[in-house]
């Protein structure tokens, strides 16, 4: 029993940080079309900068000045690199981000060398919260899911209530309308993407002293963020919000749960001999193959559902 | 003027007639012929004739030019001739390797009687056989959609290669011996100058085989529903299925890439069909070109010549490697192939002279420009990675101190000075450029 409900806050905790990476990321996408490969880049630079900054400043101002930071990169990134990569067409702008990827990886072991940063929770939260069971949660893991939810509040209320939410939801769907109206389009562009890049330099504040902050943390990132976007549909919040959720439980549980798929058919009298592929796979326990069961989930739901839990679009 | 020429002429007569093509073509041929033979004389020029023995470095370079070929040549199918964005290539490539491994197994304990020559087309089969599985998931979509999807996939294979151990092996991969005996001219294939010939040989059959495919139908089609896939519904072609059997035969190709890596280095581990070989399989293609046909195989020349050149003076080699992609991606997205072939008109009008004193002039701040950025990158990679390997960066037999603030200067002074200069010589190789294009437009159409 307590191992569930550890779980289950272990996985709310994961699955919030996926969210504000994925968050970004669909918002990105749905604006401009395209999708971010740099976008866990941006994620580990957050964690990074963090790191650096929380040197001189303490904690709580890094946990402004990193994300912002961030932001100003995504505005630089989408002015002089994603516009002029637009000209060449779609398929162009993939592999421009594609190969920001190789280049901020690169330059973050340049930076910082490739050793793991000693990049801790703020002693101010380094308590455990409460105690259950025995089992601790930390206080810190608390504050991660108070970051996060307070900004996505933060996020749809600006989308939602005030004026320039107003004319990015219309960007969105009606750009030529927008441009037509008077409002700088590509300006919005920039804003969008400044403001998507600021969600995942908060992720790798946070996200970086949770984890490990080291080079190796936006390739081990990467893939499951963009995973949970496929799951949940190209361009929808909601199947995005749905999807971070469910991978993070799923991350979280797969490791405690050690049954295998022999298990689960054992009831009806199966039994296997014989040391072969097929033996291998339906012995192996959940526990081990936690890692790809991303993957697998979202090929099966593609075969499924093409879009997605709640894509609405083809691209 | 030019429309009432056309109209004026009888019907069954082509309205252009490409006059530049044959030549073109006839270039081109020549070109590939001399790649030919430098391919089957290069190891030869480094023949040690004391000890009788090949270069083992340039053999090894020269096997491994020709895998990636093939594996650049299969990418393209998808990316330049198909649109397809795809970043599982490695896996087929990997299962190739893997599955290689297991018939080289078989085939040494006798019970697959097939010579080592064929065995590379089994491999192929095999990449096939995964390349119709995950064919049939991802190519339900197509763009960003379709690339995520193979990412999901490529990932997918790594983790399953990791660990399952029967097939893969796990982490230290699989192993096999590629001197089965059984041979259909009778070599041993135990010196690795005779497994670089089996390698270009299938790199000849495999480089002429998609070349033929580009001229199928299929081909056609796929460059057209690259370009509109919705005018293709409309003509009663099925995209999908389109992009289904370019899909899998692009596997099958690269499924033939990794049969020749397992029996180079009869060794496959999970790195064969990880992502960073997909992210060079699509590097090689796009430097090189992909629109033209031959730009994989210049990608992968030069891929592999700078991975094996750089990469042991430099820590930093991805990084110069990322900055040529991406300016490739927003100034060349044609790739090398582009720009020589950009060239073509100017050189046949007999002009190319006039652009000899433009481009020094850009060549020159372009250099200053590389310098101060290779120094920045060199300076700031000694400073973390090269001190963690207790290496000192020496230039010109004196040790430079990465800590003092001349070298650092003088680095950041040729990178924003030559950046500047570049600019300026640039926008005026622009102007020669443009006014020698305007120069050969009329002469173009009127011939």
Known sequence: MEIVLVSLLNGLVYGMLLFMLASGLTLIFSMMGVLNFAHASIYMIGAYLAFTVSQFTGFFPALIIAPVLCGLLGAAIEVWGLRRAHGNGHIAELLFTFGLVFIIQRVVQMTWGMLPMAYRVPPLLDFPLFTFYGAHFPAYRGFMLLVSAGMLLATWLLLKKTRVGLIIQAALTQPQMVSALGHNVPRVFTIVFAGGCMLAGLAGVIGGNYQTTEPGMADAMGP???VVVVFG???SLMGCFIASIFMGMIQTFAVVINASLLDLIK????????????????????????????????????????????????? | MNMAKSFSKPIDEPIVRPVAKPIARSAQGWVWTVVLIAAIAMPWLFYNYTTHRHSGFVVSMLSQMGMMSILALSYNMLLGQAGLFSLCHATFFGIGGYATIHFLNLAGAGSLPLP????????????????????????????????????????????????????????????????????????????????????????????????????????????????????????????????????????????????????????????????????????????????????????????????????????????????????????????????????????????????????????????????????????????????????????????????????????????????????????????VWDGLMSELKPQRSAA
Not at chain 2, 311 to 340: D, H, K, R
Not at chain 2, 383 to 400: W, Y
Not at chain 2, 409 to 418: K, N
């Open chain 2, 116 to 431: 080592l020559e064929l065995i590379p087309f089994l491999s192929g089969l095999s990449g096939l056989g995964l390349a119709i599985v995950f064919g049939y998931m991802a190519t339900k979509q197509r763009a960003t959609a379709f690339a995520m999807i193979t990412l999901g996939i490529g990932e997918l294979m790594t983790t399953a290669a990791l660990m399952f151990h029967h097939f893969f092996g796990g982490e230290g991969g699989v192993n096999s011996n590629r001197m089965i005996d059984h041979s259909l001219f009778g070599f041993k294939y135990g010196a690795s100058i005779q497994v670089y010939y089996l390698i270009l040989a299938w790199t000849l059959l495999s480089a002429l085989a998609m070349l033929f495919l580009t001229r199928t139908p299929l081909g056609r089609m796929a460059n057209a529903s690259r370009d509109n896939f919705e005018r293709v519904q409309f003509m009663g072609y099925d995209p999908r299925m389109v992009r289904f059997l370019q899909f899998v035969l692009s596997g099958f190709f690269a499924g033939i890439g990794g049969g020749l890596y397992a029996i180079t280095y009869e060794i496959v581990t999970f790195d064969a069909l990880a992502a960073p070989l997909s992210a060079n399989a699509l590097l090689m293609a796009y430097i090189g070109g992909i629109s033209a046909f031959g730009g994989p195989i210049l990608g992968a020349v030069l891929i592999t010549l700078l991975q094996s050149g750089v990469s042991l003076m430099s820590n930093s080699w991805l990084v110069y490697v990322g900055v040529l992609f991406i300016s490739m991606v927003i100034f060349a997205p044609n790739g090398i192939m582009g720009l020589v072939e950009a060239h073509g008109p100017i050189v046949r009008a007999g002009r190319f002279g006039r652009l000899v004193v433009p481009y020094v002039r850009v060549i020159v701040p372009g250099l200053v420009m590389l310098l101060g950025f290779v120094g920045v990158v060199e300076l700031a990679s000694f400073l973390t990675i090269g001190a963690a390997q207790g290496k000192t960066l020496v230039l010109f037999g004196s040790k430079i101190d990465v800590h003092a603030v001349l070298p650092w200067l003088a680095a950041f002074v040729c990178l924003i000075g030559g950046l500047f200069w570049f600019r300026i010589e640039a926008q005026s190789f622009g102007r």
């Open chain 1, 233 to 235: 549909g190209l361009g």
């Open chain 1, 224 to 226: 499951i963020v963009f």
């Open chain 1, 267 to 315: 009831p009806l009298g199966i039994t296997l001999t014989g040391d072969n592929l097929f033996t291998e796979f339906m012995t192996v326990p959940v526990a081990r193959i936690g890692a790809l069961l991303p993957f697998a989930l979202m090929i099966l739901i593609l075969l499924f559902r093409p879009r997605g839990l709640m894509g609405t679009r083809d691209t």
